[in-house]
Every structure is written in C-alpha cells, then in structure tokens.
C-alpha cells in the first residue's frame, strides 16, 4: 500500500511494527476469533450454575436411533473426506550427477577452442567472449568429451555415452542411497529435450537395470528446461491413479548432439552456457516411505505461454544460413520471461500466500481497477510464503530478472547463482543442483517451504512447491560435498579473460 | 595460425585435436616468470617420442593416457598457462589453466616394422610441433601425440617449448606420468627462482660464445635458419668408443671428440673448422628436487688448435675444460632474440637422463628418441641412454649439403660401421 514518505528512521519502525501486527492479525484471525468466543462460553457457563448445566443435559433425549443415525453420518463424511482427499505424493529421495573433473572447461580453454573453430568469424568469438565474461559461470563447469575435441566430434554413439554416463551414474546413486531395488520401479519418467534417439532414453534406462515388464515408463522430449517440472506434475497424478507406487523420475539435457556448429551470434548462445548434469528423483506415495522421505509435494503450477506467437517463438530451433541447426534465442526473452511468472504467481499466489497478502493484493486491485487510483500495483511478498527459493539457473539474467520481480534478497537466490557458477545451466537438473547445495549448507528445517520455479522453451513457467519432510543433515556426498565450503562466491559482473 | 604441421600422405594419419589442463582451477591473475636464462631458449623446443610395446600397452584407452597429466597439472600450472608480454616487452606465463593439446594419431605399420629403421629420425613424425605464435596468448606451450601402431603399441611425442624447461623435465614429466598412471600421488614441490645455484658472473663482462644473436622474430618462435637442416641417428657402444679410440675420460667426452674431429674434417681445413663448441649436459650439482626448469650446464670450448689434425686426446682434453656460461647468458638472455643449439656446434649430453624409467605397467619404453627443433646453422649433436645399457643413440643435425660428407667421415674413423643408403 502506498503512504506519503516518512523519511524518519523512528516511523519506518513503526511502519515495520504495524505491518507485522496487521499479518499476525490477518494470519490468525479464526484462532484470535475463537478467544471471545471461549471467554463468552466460559462467561455463560459460571452463570448457569451446575445444576442449570446438568438440566439442559438431561433433556436432551439420546434416542438409540438418534445415536446410531448420526454416528453413522459422521463415519460416511470422514469416508467420503478420506478416499477424495488427494494422495499425498513425497520425495523420498534424489541425488545429482557430479561430471568427472577430467571434463572441466575453464573459460581459457573454451576461448582458445573457440578461435580455432570459429576461425573465420572473428565477431562471433568476440561475441562469445563477451557472453562468457558476464555469464556468471565459474572455471568449473563441465562438458562432454566430444565436445573437448577441435572441432567437436558428435556422433550419436558419442551422445549415447554421454547419456549413459551422466543417467547411470546418478540413477546408481539414488538406488544406494535410497535401497530402492531396481525390480521395484512402478514408474519410469525420462525427460531430455534436445537428444531422443529410438530406442528412447527411458528404454534404455529399462535395459540396463532390468526393471519389470509391466514398468509403465515415459519419454518427455522437446519440452525444454522447465520439462523437469513436468515430470514431477506427470508422476504426482500418476500416483493418484496408482496407490502404494513409486516413480523415478531422471531430468537430463545432452550436450553432445547439440553444439552448434555455425556463428551465428543468436545462436551461439547455448553453447557457452549448457553443461553437463543430471539429476534421479525418487517420489513416492507409500504411507511406509513417508517417514524418511525428504519433502512433501504440495503444489504444482503450469503455466503455458505457446498461443502467443512472441512467447513461442523467442526460443526457436532453426537451421542458419548455412543450413546449421541450432536455437535461437530472441531478445525479448527476458520479458517474455517476466510475463510468463506473473501469469504463474496468479495462479500460484492464492495457494500458498497468508491471507495478509492475499487482502492486501485484493485491495491494491480493487483500488486500482475499481476506484481508479494510481496505486503502483502491489506485489505480494513471498518471502512470507516460502523459506527457499529455487530459480532456473537459465542465466544470470534470469536470476537478476526474477530476483527483481519478486524482491528477493541475495541469501534468497545464492542457491541459484551459486549453481550456475559451479554447475553452468545444465537445464532441467539445475533446480535439483540447486536444492542439494540449501541441503548441504545445512539450512534445510523440517517444515521449510521450498518454491522451484523453471522456465522453458514454449514459453513455460513451472513452479513446485514443497514442504521439507524432516530437518536433513547436510549430505556427505554429494555434488557439492567437495567444494561447499568455498561456497558462496562473490561472481564479479564481468570476469577478467 | 602458425604453420600447420602437416598431416600428409605418410603412414601417420588421422589427428584428432583437443585439450588436457588441470582439474583444480588456478586462482585468477596468478602469473608466473622466467628468467633471462629461459629467455634465451625461447626459440628452441625439445622433441621427445617413447614408444611403448604392444604388451605393455596394447589396453589403454585414451581417457587412460590423458587422465594421469591432469594431477601433475594441478601442481604444475604454469606449464599449462600461455604467454603474454609486461608492458616492457619481457614474456611471462599467464596461469589460466588453458591446457596442452592433445593429438590423437593412428599409423599403418606395426611397430615392429617402425622400429626396424636403425635411423630414429623417422621418430620426428610422431612429433606434433607447432612453435609459439604468432599470437602467444593461444600457443600452447607443450604438445602431447598419442600414436597407436597397428599392431596395439603406444607412441608418446612431446613437443616441448624450452623456455618452460630443458630435455631433463621433459623425462622428468614423462616420468611423473607414468607414476601417475601406475596409480600412485604425484607431489611437485613448489621451487623459486633464487634457488637456482647459477655460477658467479664472469665478470670480464664478454658476451657468451655459447650463443647467437638473431635478428628479431617478434611472436612467431621460430628459430631462423640459412640452411635446410636435416638428421641422422645412429647407435654406438660404449665398448667401441672406449676399446677403439684410446682416450681418457667419460664416453659422451670422447665421443664429442671424435665427431667434432669428423665435421672439422668434413668442413675443410682452414677457417671454416669448428674451433668453439657448446657442451649441454646436466648440471652435477643440481639442485634437489627434480623440477621443470631449465637446469642444463651450458658451457663453451674453444681451442686454438686445428680440431682436423689433432689427437683425439688433447680434443677430450680441452673438452674437460668447459667454461658455464649460464650466468652470462641470464643477463643477456631478455634483451634480444637468441639461438643456443646450433650458435656454434653443441653437443648435448642426455645420456644419464632415466627417459627409460617411465615405465607402463613395470616396462620401460622399448625405443626413446630425443632432439631439438630450431638448430642452429653450425648444427648439434644429441647424446641419448638405449634401451640396452651398453649402447647410446647419437643424433646429428647439420646443414642437408655437410651431412653426407660428415656420414663418410664417420664411417671411416670406424663409429658408424655400416653405412646404408638412405639411412
């Protein structure tokens, strides 16, 4: 709401005091309500005296049939209550691929690469240094090992090694630390957007652990960086439909076929910012896993952009003039970007923000549309909906982009800048990367409230909720576990090469 | 970009490019200096090849052979950095983890059929040399070829610029590779350049006869040269040079002296014999522990005498009593451009280097090859450790027109014992 400004030190406070008032107020205004209503029950009782009290008991006439009736209505509405109630969908566990460090690219050697590649288009190596230097990425970022070649070599048996590395090294992982036996998948949920060869990925996940013959599996492909929310949102309603199953879900980008080999600047873009990652998510809707399970799904919001044609088009994959294929990526992704939140923090506010919020939102809205007043529109603060956020690590645009519209803190986004320093934008993964690193610096509480929020070609903007199960010790292994103590990092706005 | 080496039609074929650097990023704006002494090498560069069995390494793959250089960059990473000049001009090393290249090669004959040629020069393919420049900031410093022979061997080739350091770190990093590769930890204490236990200047203050002035090559390294040089290696024992040529002192002294007697008499009489040459051998009082560095002796001779004529005792003689130049040379070394190998007729003694303890699986390399790139007109001659005890491997590099006749001379004072042609 806006106020005349008070410049006075002592009146911010004060507003500060007033505020936090009104939200105790609003939050809890049923249980602040019940306290009169107790003090004029308790009042109506002491006046009534006992033998009055014991007067309107008696003449209330207990029939056997009133008593069975009603009984009977009471466990026909806990009935109905129970079997509609949604199944509660948990993420028992996942863990995070950590390249080999034989495929680290430091930014010199990207450059020197780039030269020689790209030898006859001098602007275009500028371009990419110039992108680099401001990126964001760190000197420890990882790709491929066809792609360390001059010029890169990639076949498909190339591709489908780097697929078999970055998917079975993480999926042997989640099977350890979860004791999950490879026989008892229910689910099977593979999404990789650029690289879908036949037989699929998930076929081939299928053949190199032997799962079940009545596995129901899925491929996603094509849909871009948010596809591992789609996958999550595609098992939580395959679970309503199964009980007492499991999914795994494996969110992997393949860098190998997908280096574009031309120079145009539009499209050089991903090649200085997609590595190497993956990551195995383990969900479940078993009452026995709901003990050690790490987080409780608790919404999950899609929103599609694709009927507008410039939401559609800003992230295009097209042949150059030379007939190289690549993506391109349009200027205006940023804002279309911003558009795409606010259609999902729509739709995703009343869900999970307290009513102080949603009332002070209402009246923003009535007063600016109603009443016509020139309010600047109020943006809800969701710093008191959520604990930890987890941004697409896209781009340090992105971050910057959504750390302004949602006015969050730099403590709010160091999980996402800091992955995307040690990990690169390694697409629909990076949200897993960057919720393994809030774990691992210990500041994960039972009852934390985690918003992951990815973005993706189309244009989609994804966003999940959690709540966190059960306070976790900051894992061993990891990701992470050998370098979070250098962690975080000051990233300089343009890095000296 | 520098001259491409070229692939050609030979049995080599096949180059595949990439890079190897280091696992553990160097803090940026770490940069790392050389001395007037490591100036002074920059236009040579050290070409080493091992050539492996098939037995020993028949099952490695190439993330194999690459792997083990990634720990020895970690604590060596200025060997993987790139050049650049301060504003006066003088080169330093930019520690930017930039890496060394790699190349992949594949060649048609088994290496049997490659090591049936007794001259080793033909080892000089299995090299991939590019020199530095002409931009420095995108040169590698070092290059690593990985021949695989058609019947399963290995052949490793360095290239190797010399101003990181001298044919002795070159085994010296093979080695580490190798113990690497074995599984064990590499550690490479770190080393400063006040340690280096360089003799006192002479202070007659004249200019080194162990080196030439060149005219400038601004960052295009390459050694500049009147004449086509050309190389021819052979073997020797040890038994022939000291049972057939009577003198006293060690055999890379006597051998020295019989093949500056053959050039001088190949040359002619007269003013066109070599009467100063360079000796390039390892420094008996080196410093501990082994490094990358340059650490090589370089010291000059010169006699009054005719070389041509003389006995080959007083020649053995007058080698035993070299002059270092080494601190010469570092104060000089910054301020032009100069040639080392090659400025007079130098004879470089590598033959106590343990090249062949960089073993695979517990073997050590069935054939090393060694010489320099950038000799000087005056030519060199390069002393190497064979796989058997007994012998040593000499490799001549002179001017293409000298080197038949300097062949004849050899053959006649009985070192070489046959002479084929071609060979």
Redesign the interface.
């Known amino acids: 709401m806006s106020q005349a400004p008070m410049p006075d030190f002592s009146s911010s406070v004060k507003l500060k005091y007033v505020k936090l008032g009104y939200q105790y107020l609003v939050n809890h205004f049923l249980s602040l309500l019940l306290i009169p209503v107790m003090a004029i029950i308790a009042v109506e009782l002491l006046r009534m005296g006992p033998q009055e009290i014991l007067n309107v008991w008696n003449s209330l006439h207990f029939d056997l049939v009133q008593v069975l009736c009603s009984s009977f209505f009471v466990i026909f509405i806990s009935t109905v209550y129970f079997m509609s109630k949604p199944r509660t969908v948990y993420l028992v566990d996942y863990s995070c691929y950590k390249p080999p460090?034989?495929c680290?690219v430091?930014?010199?050697?990207f450059m020197?690469?780039s030269?020689?590649i790209l030898?006859d288009s001098p602007k275009s190596v500028e371009f990419q240094m110039r992108i680099l230097e401001r990126s964001g990425l760190?000197?420890?970022t990882c790709l491929p090992?066809a792609i360390?070649?001059?010029p890169p070599?990639p076949t498909m048996d190339e591709a489908r090694s780097e697929a078999q590395m970055v998917i079975f090294t993480a999926m042997d992982d989640l099977f350890k630390k979860t004791g999950l036996m490879p026989k008892d998948v229910d689910i099977l949920i593979v999404n990789c957007s650029l690289f879908s060869p036949t037989p699929s990925l998930s076929a081939m996940v299928i053949n190199k652990y032997k799962l079940r013959s009545n596995i129901k599996s899925f491929n996603l492909s094509g849909m871009g960086c948010s596809a591992g929310l789609i996958s999550v949102d595609l098992a939580r309603d395959l679970l309503q439909v199964h009980p007492n199953s499991n999914a795994v879900i494996v969110s992997t980008e393949i860098i190998t076929p997908n280096y574009y080999k031309g120079n145009e600047r539009a499209m050089l873009l991903p090649n200085c910012l997609f590595r190497m990652g993956s990551a195995a998510i383990l969900m479940s809707n078993r009452r026995s896993d709901r003990w050690r399970a790490k987080y409780k799904l608790c919404h999950l919001v899609r929103t599609h952009r694709g009927a507008d044609d410039k939401s559609y088009y800003c992230v295009y994959e097209q042949e150059d003039k030379e007939g190289k294929i690549g993506i391109n990526l349009s200027k205006d992704l940023m804002a279309i970007a911003g558009e795409a939140l606010k259609a999902n923090i729509t739709t995703m506010g009343p869900l999970v923000l307290p009513a102080s919020e949603q009332l002070l939102f209402l009246f923003s809205l009535i007063g600016r549309k109603i009443f016509n007043l020139k309010w600047k529109p109020y943006i809800p603060d969701f710093k008191l909906a959520f604990e930890h956020f987890c941004i697409h690590a896209g781009g340090r645009a992105v971050i910057d982009e959504l750390q302004k519209n949602l006015q969050l803190s730099g403590e709010h986004v160091e999980a996402s800048r800091m992955t995307l320093h040690r990990f690169g934008n390694t697409s629909s993964s990076s949200l897993w990367y960057e919720l393994c690193y809030i774990e691992s610096k210990g500041r994960m509480r039972r009852g934390d409230r985690v918003w992951q929020i990815a973005f993706g070609s189309g244009f989609k903007c994804n966003s999940a909720v959690w709540k966190c199960n059960r306070t976790i010790k900051t894992p061993k292994d990891g990701p992470w576990s050998d370098c979070i103590d250098r962690y975080p990092v000051f990233i300089p706005e343009v890095?000296?090469l | 970009?520098s001259q491409l080496q070229e692939e050609g039609s030979g049995p080599v074929h096949g180059f595949?490019?990439?890079?190897v650097?280091?696992?553990q990023?160097t803090e940026?704006g770490t940069t790392h200096e050389r001395t007037g002494l490591d100036l002074a090498m920059k236009l040579h560069y050290v070409k080493a090849v091992c050539i492996y069995s098939a037995e020993a390494a028949r099952e490695l793959t190439v993330?194999h052979v690459?792997?083990p250089f990634?720990p020895i960059f970690n604590q060596i990473p200025w060997i993987s950095g790139?050049l650049s000049r301060h504003d006066s001009g003088r080169p330093f090393i930019k520690c930017?983890?930039?890496?060394t290249r790699f190349v992949e090669s594949q060649c048609d004959l088994t290496e049997e059929e490659w090591l049936r040629v007794s001259d080793r020069s033909v080892d000089e393919s299995l090299v991939y040399h590019q020199p530095v420049g002409p931009e420095l900031a995108?040169s590698p410093l070092i290059y690593i070829q990985m021949t695989r022979f058609k019947c399963g061997g290995l052949a490793l080739g360095f290239s190797w610029a010399h101003i990181i350091g001298d044919a002795l770190s070159v085994s010296h990093f093979l080695n580490l590779w190798a113990r690497a590769l074995a599984g064990e930890e590499v550690y490479c204490p770190k080393t400063t350049d006040s340690e280096r236990g360089l003799p006192n200047p002479n202070p007659t203050g004249k200019e080194p006869g162990s080196i030439k002035r060149v005219d400038p090559v601004g960052d295009l390294w390459v050694a500049p040269s009147d004449s086509k040089m050309t190389t021819h290696s052979f073997n020797v024992t040890v038994k022939n040079i000291k049972t057939n040529f009577g003198a006293n002192g060690n055999e890379f002294e006597i051998l020295s002296g019989i093949i500056w007697r053959c050039i001088a008499q190949a040359r002619g009489g007269g003013g066109s014999e070599p009467v100063t040459i360079t000796i390039i051998r390892s420094d008996p009082n080196g410093l501990k522990p082994r490094a990358v560095r340059n650490s090589q002796m370089i010291s000059s001779v010169h006699v009054d005498f005719s070389v041509a004529e003389a006995k080959l005792e007083e020649i053995v003689k007058s080698i035993g009593k070299a002059t270092d130049e080494r601190s010469e040379i570092d104060e000089i070394g910054e301020s032009d451009d100069f040639i080392v190998y090659g400025a007079k007729l130098t004879f470089v003694d590598l033959s106590e280097v343990d090249f062949y303890e960089a073993k695979i699986k517990e073997t050590s390399p069935v054939s090393v090859y060694c010489n320099v790139q950038g000799i000087g007109d005056e030519g060199a001659v390069v002393v190497l450790p064979a796989a058997v005890e007994e012998e040593r491997v000499v490799t001549v590099t002179l001017p293409e027109d000298e080197m038949e006749k300097v062949k004849w001379e050899l053959k006649k004072c009985g070192l070489i014992k046959t002479l084929i042609n071609g060979e």
């Open positions: 460090v034989m680290r430091p930014f010199s050697t020197e690469h030269r020689l030898k760190g000197e420890e090992p360390h070649y001059i070599t890095v000296k | 970009m595949l490019l990439s890079t650097s280091s696992t990023p940026t993330m690459k792997g990634f790139r930017n983890d930039c890496g995108y």
